[in-house]
Every structure is written in C-alpha cells, then in structure tokens.
C-alpha cells in the first residue's frame, strides 16, 4: 500500500522543518517487484559492484539465471558473502538476497515489457536552481534587509544605517562573533594578503564593536576566488564560521573561500548563507534529492533571504504587478497574490492560500507592511522551495504529473530555473497533456540560451572539474594558479557547449574533439597531446593532489564517472599514497604499490589507464619529464566494456584514450546514466533499468546526440508516471 504524501497539509505551514523524502509501492505491471523488494536493495549496496547491476558478473562471478535453490544461494551468502566481509549476511539479510537473486536476476524478470513509473517525491530546490529562479523572479534589482548588527545580514554584505547592503563588488566584509571570549585582536589572512600571520605584516584587521559583540571589517581584495582563514591573537587560524564554503587547507584543516565578483545582475547572492548541497558517494551532482534533507541552518538562510527578498518587492510592489496600490490596495493585493503567486508556486494557488495571503496582506499596519508579509510566508513556503512531482491519481493505481509539476520538471530539466509565464500558460491550456505537446516545449526549452548553462554545468558535475575553483595547489609550485582557475572551469563548460550547441552535438566529439573553447573563439589543438574532455586542465587538475600528479584519481575519475564501473572499497591497510622518492617517477612509485596482491585485483583496472595520463602536471600541463627521467605515459583501457572481461585497449597518448573512450557502449551508455542522474536528482535502481536502457537504445539510434539525449529523457514514459 502506498504512502500518501500530505502536500495540501505542508501548504499550510509558513516554512519548511525537514525533507519529504519518495514514497513508493508496487509498478502494478505484474513484474518484478523491484521498487519495494528488500533483497534488490541488499544487492545494489553490497553485491553489485563484483557481480554486476543485473548479475552479469565482473570482478565477480555471474549469477544471473543462476541454477542454486534459493536454500543454497543463502547458505552461500550467509557463509562467504559478501566477499570483504564475510558473515556480514546472514539470517534475513541472506534470505532476502537470496529470493531476489532467484527471483529478480533470472532473463524472464529482466525483460523489459514496459517501463516502470519513477517515485513520487517532492526535490528540494538547489542552490543553483534558488539562485536561477530568484533572479527570473525579481529581475536584476536588489532587494534589501533591515538589520541591527552584521550577522543578521547575508554573507558578504554589510549593515549600513540599519539595512542590509551589498559590499562592493570588488570588496568583502568579514564579521567574527567571538561567542564571549575575548581577544586582543583579529584579523584577515588569505592569498591577497600572502597569509600574513601578524597585522603589522599585512594582517587585515577586524575592529571590535562593543554594541554588537562582534569583530566586523570590509576590506578591497580584489575579484576572483580568495581563500582565507581568521587569526584570532596572531596565534590561532580558524575558519570563517559564516563563509558559506570551504577548500581542505593541505593541512587537515579548512580554509575559508570568498568568491568576489564584479558582474551585472542581481546584486547580492541570494542564496549566499545556503549550505552547500550533500551527495551520496558515486553521485557527482548536487541534484542528489535522496541527501537534500532541510536543517535549521536551512530554516534561517530560507528565512533570511526570504525577508531580504519581501521587503525589497513590498517597497516596489509594481515591479511584480502593474496595479495602482495607492487606491486599490485590496485589488493589487489579489492580483499579487494570483498572478505573482502562480509564478513563485510555478501553479495556480488553492482557493485557501488565496484567503490567507490575502488575509496576510490586510492585516498588515499598511500597504508594503502586508505585502512583506505575505512574501516573506510564501518565499519560506514547500510550494516555493520544493519542485512537487507528486502528481494526481491516475490508472492500475499510478500517478501522472500534473501539466504544471510537468512544466517545472521541463523547465528546471532544461535551463535550471522556473518555467516562464508562456510555459505555465502552456500547462493551463492543456499543451503539455500529450506526448507531442512535451516534445514541442522541450524542443522549444533546447533552444534557449540557458540551456548552453545548464547543459555546461551537467559535463562540469560530471567530471568533477566544478571542483577545480576550490583545488588547492602549493604556491611555490604553481603560483599563477590562484589566478587561472576559475577560467578553467568557464574554459570547460564553454567548450561542452560549443561542442553540444554549435559543433556536431555527438558524444564522440564531447570526448575526442581536437580543440578547446576560449570565450567564443575555438582553439584547435596542434600537437596532437590533448582531445575532449579528457584533455581539459581543469579535468586533469582535480584529479591529482596538490603536489604531485595521482593515477588512482584520474583512473578512478575514467572508470566510475566515464565508464560506471564501480570498484569495491580499497582493503583497511590501503588506500595510502606511495611515499616520494625524489629520484623516482610516479609511475615507479605506484607500480611498487599496486604490486601487492591484496592491491592488484583492483588497481591492474585503475593504474593503467591513470599511467596513460603522466604527461599532464597537478594543473594539467604537458610535461615530457619528471624528476629528471623521460616519462612512460604508456596505458592500457582494458576491459573498457566490462570489467573482468580480459581484454586490452592499449593507448600511448591520451587522443587515443578519448577514441577508445568514445567508440565504447559502456561509455555511452554510462553518458545516458550520468544525465539521468544529473536531471532527475536519483541514482537509479533496478526499478528504473528499463526506463533508462529505453532512453539509451533512443541515444544509440541518434548516433550518440546528445541534444536528442535531452529531448528523449522527458519523452520517456517514467518522466511524467509516478508510483
């Protein structure tokens, strides 16, 4: 039986305490059970990664269509599975596992007759899609916040004569609340400032404000991505406790990170004081919906920016409707609260929300007094911060979308913001109710311009190389890092869409193409030493250490985020990095340490495609020598298909990886997971296997497009039926 999901009752409340996590029951089409199968669970965390998704078979064994009793396959399971822990299974675990590996992993419970519906869930709205959709929202204008001291202001702004107010742009504000103890001094130490550790050496001080308690100070630091720390009495370096994020220090520790920028529109980060988005291991996106859960450090940023927000539209309510609020305050009222609501809730409101904004409204002391007030509950409401995909009862007792739950789910799949007024129109009209009227908009959506964003920052994700804005390299080694960064990370997304919008649009020349992307102009490649994606430096630097290059990393990044083959834990004794030996290469180094046969099972897959990739430095720069010696950047792409296969891909530079890489169906097929994943927020189960492959055979057809990649995942049946 279902769980039914109280979204009319979550309507009521003014904000949101915690995360509406999927509610699930059976697909109904008289198949497998997977959704709700226990053992289908047990299998994907602890059996999959050696016997494969579907049994298969890879490091380990295949068992599908497996010929053992389901009494034999438990006493098997109960007495050596799983394999690094055995007896870890035993009793229900074993009996659970071994009815689904009787039951679910056989050729007739496989076969995909039909296309499951996908879970009903609410997805909390991103960061990103937050900042997206404040912006489409309140145009470029900046809102401002009444305040009584600085830490009632978001991060980075500054109080100013009882208002909130956004620093200059090329400037930061620091403000430190020493919780009651007391200090003789603090102040700023960061890379534009060469980490003075004293202020008579350049420390940036804070001055201590009796009236609030607190160390306050705005400084000019100049634009870019700054890392920084606090020193409290020239002795103790802290992290800043309000900066919104954080980069290791190489130390065990954390440095703070100030992004400062000089750019047009809106003024301010909205969702500045928003914590960063968690995600599960082997989800590289920050759409994960599973991990999105709400704390109270949610609560107060969605608090904060919300009043930021209502205060700045109450004082300009005709920016949000054209109404003369002077003579009808009630009429202007209704109209904000319809028409503007529609927008915020991305659906018409129920006539009860009606009532009570309105009622909000009225009861204020005056007219931008009741407006605040309703914007501010409904900026904080779920219907605002959560992208509903619950949709309405349908037949054999699933659930279709709503058009408008539709709209949202095109919009944010598409450009990463709200759907517009036309799209909303769209789902009232009845457009979105077919198959074709879906096609049509996302069609229409592919076209706009956003979409070279949203698609950009899917591939930055996917490969990880968003991370390079906060990689930390040592100073002394590359000290022009700091400064080129953040242009490797637009260098990337602005090549993936070239490459998507504007060249071919297929798979094999996002991983092949023997060219860069500056700005708008395209750089080709002369020498022969880079291609695709894999040839990026922001790819190549995230995935070594601050110091020294790291084959694991780059042959792990090739295998679970190009390839989705997943590799079993390292052993409690591994893991560790070789130590330096000044008179060795890398590759010397690493080959001693994978020789161990406890290591060997699974590094012969790793090291040899990571040792193809030694001619690219920690930043990503071709080298010919390392420590003096020529560098073997000879690599094998084995068993690129399947693990466990045996076969060879040999490669001796990495063109000829990307080619390998790209003429794959594993790659592809993983391309297919890893935007499936990116956009519908989950890492997909067996319950939803045939939706994918179903959305894979339509990306084979195209010959790797990806634009028709993006049209064919919200084709699919399982984008608007839920369970």
């Not at 598409?414 to 069609?443: K, Q, Y």
């Not at 073997?632 to 001796?652: K, R, S, W, Y």
């Not at 939706?691 to 990649?709: H, S």
Request: with cysteine; proline share 5%.
């Amino acid at each position: 039986m279902c769980v039914a999901t109280a979204l009319a009752a979550m309507r009521l409340r003014v904000f949101v305490v915690g995360a509406v996590v999927a509610v699930g029951c059976s697909s109904g089409d008289g198949s497998y059970d997977y959704a709700s199968s226990k053992g289908a669970a047990l299998y994907q965390d602890m059996c999959q990664v050696c016997h494969g998704e579907t049994g298969e078979g890879g490091l380990g064994p295949a068992i599908r269509d497996s010929k053992q009793s389901v009494g034999q396959l438990e006493h098997v399971i109960s007495e050596r599975m799983p394999a690094n822990a055995p007896g870890q299974c035993t009793g229900e675990c074993a009996t659970e596992l071994a009815n689904f590996i009787h039951d679910g992993l056989n050729s007739k419970a496989l076969a995909c007759n039909a296309v499951p519906p996908a879970r009903r869930r609410l997805r909390l709205l991103t960061r990103r899609e937050y900042r997206a959709t404040v912006h489409d929202l309140f145009g470029d204008m900046a809102p401002v916040m009444a305040c009584a001291k600085p830490t009632e202001c978001a991060y980075r702004d500054t109080c100013t004569a009882g208002q909130c107010q956004p620093t200059a742009c090329d400037a930061q504000t620091f403000v430190y609340d020493p919780q009651g103890q007391t200090y003789a001094s603090v102040h700023v130490a960061g890379d534009f400032n060469s980490w003075a550790s004293t202020i008579a050496g350049g420390g940036l001080a804070l001055t201590y404000d009796a009236a609030t308690k607190l160390w306050v100070g705005t400084f000019s630091i100049g634009s870019g991505h700054h890392l920084y720390k606090l020193v409290l009495d020239e002795q103790q370096w802290i992290a800043d406790p309000r900066s919104p994020m954080t980069a290791a220090d190489g130390f065990g520790g954390q440095n703070s990170v100030a992004e400062v920028a000089c750019a047009t529109g809106l003024v301010g980060d909205p969702a500045a004081g928003f914590p960063v988005e968690s995600h599960k291991a082997g989800f590289p996106f920050d759409t994960d919906s599973a991990a999105a859960l709400v704390t109270s450090t949610h609560v107060d940023a969605y608090l904060a920016a919300a009043e930021k927000l209502a205060d700045f539209a109450a004082a300009n309510p005709e920016g949000l409707v054209a109404c003369d609020w002077a003579t009808d305050r009630a009429g202007c009222g209704h109209s904000l609260v319809t028409d503007f609501g529609r927008k915020l809730f991305r659906r018409p409101l129920e006539s009860e929300e009606v009532d009570r904004y309105n009622a909000l409204i009225a009861g204020g002391t005056d007219a931008t007094d009741g407006v605040a007030t309703a914007l501010h509950a409904m900026l904080v409401s779920p219907a605002f911060l959560y992208r509903s995909e619950l949709g309405e009862p349908s037949d054999n007792g699933r659930y279709r979308l709503t058009p408008y739950e539709i709209a949202t789910a095109l919009s944010y799949t598409f450009i990463g913001t709200t759907p517009s007024t036309e799209l909303l129109a769209a789902a009232g009209h009845g457009d979105l109710s077919s198959t074709a009227g879906i096609e049509t908009w996302a069609r229409k959506l592919l076209a706009d311009p956003r979409a070279r964003q949203q698609i950009g920052e899917y591939v930055l994700q996917w490969t990880g190389a968003q991370n390079v804005t906060t990689a930390e390299k040592r100073p002394d080694l590359y000290p022009d890092w700091e400064g080129t960064r953040v242009a490797l990370a637009t260098e990337t997304r602005d090549f993936a869409a070239h490459v998507i919008f504007d060249g071919t649009g297929s798979f094999d020349e996002l991983m092949t193409a023997g060219y860069t992307v500056s700005g708008t102009t395209v750089v080709p490649y002369t020498d022969g030493k880079r291609a695709g994606l894999l040839g990026q430096r922001s790819v190549l630097a995230t995935s070594a250490h601050s110091d020294q290059t790291s084959p694991v990393l780059r042959g792990l990044l090739v295998r679970r985020n190009f390839l989705c083959q997943d590799l079993p834990p390292p052993p409690p004794n591994g893991g560790t990095v070789p130590a330096i030996d000044p008179n060795a290469t890398t590759r010397e180094r690493f080959a001693m340490h994978s020789s161990s046969p406890a290591c060997r099972g699974c590094h012969m897959y790793i090291d040899s495609v990571g040792f193809g990739l030694e001619n690219f430095d920690p930043v990503g720069r071709w080298r010919d020598t390392e420590n003096g010696k020529p560098i073997d950047a000879g690599g094998d792409m084995n068993d690129v298909e399947q693990l466990g296969t045996e076969t060879g891909a040999p490669f001796t530079a990495l063109p000829q990886l990307a080619e390998t890489i790209a003429a794959s169906h594993a790659a592809r097929s993983c391309f297919v997971r890893q935007y499936l994943r990116f956009s519908r927020g989950v890492r997909e189960t067996l319950a939803e296997r045939c939706a994918r492959l179903r959305v894979e055979d339509k990306f084979q057809a195209a010959n790797g497009d990806i634009r028709e990649l993006m049209v064919q995942s919200v084709l699919s049946p399982d984008f608007v039926e839920r369970r």
